[in-house]
T-cell receptor
Framework: DAGVIQSPRHEVTEMGQEVTLRCKPI?????LFWYRQTMMRGLELLIY????????DSGMPEDRFSAKMPNASFSTLKIQPSEPRDSAVYFC?????????????FGNGTRLTVT | DQQVKQNSPSLSVQEGRISILNCDYT??????FLWYKKYPAEGPTFLIS?????DKNEDGRFTVFLNKSAKHLSLHIVPSQPGDSAVYFC????????????FGKGTHLIIQP
C-alpha cells in the first residue's frame, strides 16, 4: 500500500490567497484526520471524518478553514483567505477503526508558508 | 493548557546505551497511551502503545512503562541505535477513541556514535 498521500509537499503563498491541501487516505480506512503541527502548539487535531462524514471540527481555528471529504479516497483542507499565522505543517492521517489500537497512519505532510 | 507534556525538547544518548523519554499527563480520564516516532520531512509513525490496565508493554528494543498514580509514562529504548534518532511524540486518549488523541510537543532524540 502506498500509504497516506498528501499534496503538495510544500506550498508558499501570499497572505490573502486561497490554499487547498489534498489527501488520499489508505484504501479501506474509515477514519480521516487533519492535524496541524507548529512549534508553539505541537500536533493539533483540526477535524476528523468517519465514512466521509465530518464528526468533529472543533479544532478548526476559524471560519477561514474548511474541510471536505467528497468520497472515501479524497479529502481537502482549504484556507481562505490565508494569513501568515497559518504557516505550519499540515498532516493528514487515516485509520481503520478510529480506536486507539487502530493506529493513525500519517502522510508526509504539507509545509505551508504564508508570506 | 497542555494535557500531555514532554518536558525535554531534546535528549542526546550514546549509541548502545539506554534512551529514556518521559511524558506526563494531567487528564485522569486518559486510559490509552501511544508513542509515535517522526523522521524529518516524514509523518509520525506508530511505535508502541499501552492501556491503563497495564503498567508495562514491551516490543523488541522498545518498552513503555506507565505509572498511573504519578500520571507519568516513559519509553525505554535499549540498546539505542543511530536509526533511533528522531522526534518522539507521546499521545493519550480517553475512552479508546483515536479521535481524541492528544499529543505532546515531542522530544528530539539524538543518538551519538
Amino acid at each position: 500500500d502506498a500509504g497516506v498521500i498528501q499534496s503538495p509537499r510544500h506550498e508558499v503563498t501570499e497572505m490573502g490567497q486561497e490554499v487547498t491541501l489534498r489527501c488520499k487516505p489508505i484504501s479501506g480506512h474509515d477514519y480521516l484526520f487533519w492535524y496541524r503541527q507548529t512549534m508553539m502548539r505541537g500536533l493539533e487535531l483540526l477535524i476528523y471524518f468517519n465514512n466521509n462524514v465530518p464528526i468533529d471540527d472543533s479544532g478548526m481555528p476559524e471560519d477561514r478553514f474548511s474541510a471536505k471529504m467528497p468520497n472515501a479516497s479524497f479529502s481537502t483542507l482549504k484556507i481562505q483567505p490565508s494569513e501568515p499565522r497559518d504557516s505550519a505543517v499540515y498532516f493528514c492521517a487515516s485509520s481503520l477503526e478510529g480506536r486507539w489500537n487502530s493506529p493513525l497512519h500519517f502522510g508526509n505532510g504539507t509545509r505551508l508558508t504564508v508570506t | 493548557d497542555q494535557q500531555v507534556k514532554q518536558n525535554s525538547p531534546s535528549l542526546s544518548v550514546q549509541e548502545g546505551r539506554i534512551s529514556i523519554l518521559n511524558c506526563d499527563y494531567t487528564n485522569s480520564m486518559f486510559d490509552y497511551f501511544l508513542w509515535y516516532k517522526k523522521y524529518p520531512a516524514e509523518g509520525p509513525t506508530f511505535l508502541i502503545s499501552i492501556s491503563s490496565i497495564k503498567d508495562k508493554n514491551e516490543d523488541g528494543r522498545f518498552t513503555v512503562f506507565l505509572n498511573k498514580s504519578a500520571k507519568h509514562l516513559s519509553l525505554h529504548i535499549v540498546p539505542s541505535q543511530p536509526g533511533d534518532s528522531a522526534v518522539y511524540f507521546c499521545a493519550a486518549s480517553a475512552g479508546g477513541g483515536a479521535d481524541g488523541l492528544t499529543f505532546g510537543k515531542g522530544t528530539h532524540l539524538i543518538i551519538q556514535p
